[in-house]
């Protein structure tokens, strides 16, 4: 089932990280298994990573704590290999961390490189996009990452039952679309032709992180952005690409999209108000931020409609 | 503002269903009318109080305040008695019904007033998919738009829509009659088995054995009829669409079958 909700604010900076989390909790019976999050706040000189160097259901065994810790500086030093200049790198749980540096090359072989440690998988790269998943329902995955305080422009999000792949962080949602920098994907539904545009982009050098259908809406959304497509012509063509049913949230540095398979199979409800949109599974995740009676509808099949902060 | 309940329920292993919750008995009874909050209640302490009102003190006019778009709200109310929704539902609204007359002033979400027996149920604006899915009876009047696959094997009753309806409307319907005044989706009544569908505006394709057929002055009256019950503006024309009776394999057996009968 899945439950997807985005907001942006049109006018300026709000409280997404603490908005998300009410949208989201108010669809934990959709799905229970994970929530995560990808929140856009103020763009900076630096690039932030997030990346993590275990899964929560790896046992630990004796040495977890130290392997951990020699990841860790393995990813500073390779960090500094490649020229970046580390501002900071900060534990976020027991296994997930933020990087803050300034590099100037590609981001590619970056992540190439720093995925190339063992268990290590890079969560989201960019100047503003940040992406926080983990197991439990949303109030659990704010509460350790602290996500109450995230100020920020445009948020999406996801609760997670799993249908597709196992449970675990590299099945969750959001998927970064690697390697492109700033740029996340939710999804609700089932992608049926996932083996064919996985082999494809496989052949064009992307690397999956998952078993998860999902992951390709990012992947292949990231290469028709690199090949200089604009994001609303990019969805557009992903409608008759992908099969399957789906509902996807899409968002930018300095936008939000959604998309709607051509049977409108998976539900999705739109408020657009005075400097906010707000989008989710249910009316009920929209309400939770905005208590007062609304006005919304369900967006048509085949529709895909692009919103800038 | 009423009353909260004071006593918080008790949720399943899940967190979802309330076995043992009771009726918060919050509401303002006067007369023949009764008016209740729902900010903070539960869809299943919702329910509740409703049918301690309707059933146990029989009372014919119910309001409920701030539905807050949750799902279930008003399903299967087995009585005539009226209820008015005085904002937005989620999904599964007003379903199950058999009798009440149901006016939400609000939005819903996906399936609602599915399998209604009888009755009325009237939605102000806007409404999600699967709306009057499986419907056998009674009128569902949505005054905005329609999601994909209204009336989805509706057996019964009548839709009327003022707005626009999405993708396969009428999917496999078998009976009853759908009005909608704005524009249809792809695919409208693909595989339809029987019953019409009246369309105001343009129809985007039609689906697997649906064809146009010749409005009559019977279709006409009935139009009229519903659109004066409902206070609605009747576009200028409508086009009639039925089954084309191409799919009807009723008389050709299985071959399993077929063995038992030879």
């Known amino acids: 089932m899945c439950g997807i909700a985005g907001i942006i604010h049109t006018d300026g900076p709000g409280d997404v990280g603490a908005e998300m ?65 580390v501002d900071r790198v900060q534990g976020e749980s027991a296994y997930a961390y933020r990087a803050s540096f300034r590099y100037e090359g590609e981001l590619k072989p970056l992540a190439d490189y720093i995925e190339n440690i063992p268990g290590c998988e890079v969560l989201s790269l960019g100047h503003s996009l940040e992406i926080v998943k983990d197991l439990g329902d949303a109030r659990t995955v704010s509460d350790s990452y ?52 996985r082999r494809r982009l496989e052949r064009h050098g992307h690397r999956f992180q998952s078993e998860c259908d999902s992951e390709i809406i990012a992947v292949y959304l990231a290469e028709r952005l690199a090949d200089g497509m604009s994001l609303e012509t990019a969805m557009k063509t992903s409608l008759s690409d992908l099969d399957g049913v789906f509902t996807y949230l899409v968002v930018t540095e300095d936008s939000l999209g959604m998309a709607k398979d051509e049977m409108a199979a998976k539900p999705l409800v739109l408020h657009e108000g005075d400097g906010m949109v707000a989008l989710a599974s249910e009316e009920s995740a929209i309400r939770a931020v905005l208590p007062q009676e609304i006005d919304s509808y369900d967006p048509y099949e085949s529709e895909v409609l692009v919103w800038s902060r | 503002m009423v009353a909260m309940s004071t006593r918080r329920s008790r949720n399943d292993i899940r967190g979802l269903a309330e076995p043992d919750v009771e009726a918060p008995k919050t509401a303002r009874i006067e007369g023949d009318t009764a008016v209740f909050d729902a900010a903070d209640l539960s869809p299943r302490q919702i329910n509740l109080e409703l049918r301690r009102l309707v059933y146990g003190e029989q009372i014919p006019e119910v309001t409920i305040e701030n539905p807050g778009a949750k799902h279930s709200v008003a399903v299967g109310i087995l009585t005539r008695c009226r209820i008015t929704i005085d904002g937005s539902v989620g999904y599964f609204g007003a379903t199950l019904g058999d009798g009440p007359e149901i006016h939400i002033t609000g939005r819903v979400g996906w399936s609602v007033a599915e399998n209604m027996m009888s009755g009325v149920t009237v939605i102000d604006k806007n409404a999600g998919s699967l709306t009057g899915a499986a419907m056998r009876g009674g009128d569902l009047v949505i005054r905005g738009h329609v999601g994909a696959r209204t009336g989805i094997d509706q057996k019964g009753g009548t839709i009327i829509v003022g707005g626009n309806a999405g993708a396969l409307t009428g999917f496999m319907m078998q009976r009853g009659r759908q009005i909608i005044c704005g524009d249809a989706g792809p695919g409208m009544g693909d595989s339809m088995y029987d019953g019409a569908i009246y369309v105001g505006g343009a129809v985007a394709s039609l689906g697997v054995d649906c064809v146009e057929a010749e409005m009559t002055p019977e279709d006409d009256e009935l139009i009229d009829r519903k659109f004066r019950i409902y206070g609605m503006d ?11 009776k191409k799919l009807w394999n009723y008389d050709n057996l299985e071959p399993s079958e077929r063995k038992l009968v030879l």
């Open chain 2, 234 to 244: 009747r576009p200028a024309s409508f086009r009639k669409f039925v089954c084309g």
């Open chain 1, 21 to 85: 989390t009410r949208m989201l909790q108010s669809m934990k019976h959709r799905g229970p298994d994970s929530a995560g999050y990808a929140l856009y706040g103020e763009p900076s000189e630096l690039l932030v990573m997030r990346f993590k160097l275990a899964d929560p259901n790896e046992t630990s065994d004796f040495d977890f704590s130290e392997r951990l810790e020699r990841s860790r500086r393995e990813v500073e030093s390779r960090l500094s290999k490649v020229g970046a200049t």
């Open chain 1, 146 to 197: 602290r996500l109450g305080e995230f100020r920020g422009t445009h948020a999406i999000g996801h609760v997670r039952m799993a249908t597709e792949s196992d449970v675990d962080i590299a099945g969750a949602h959001p998927y970064w679309a690697y390697p492109f920098s700033d740029v996340a994907v939710v999804h609700n539904g089932q992608l049926t032709n996932y083996h064919q545009w």
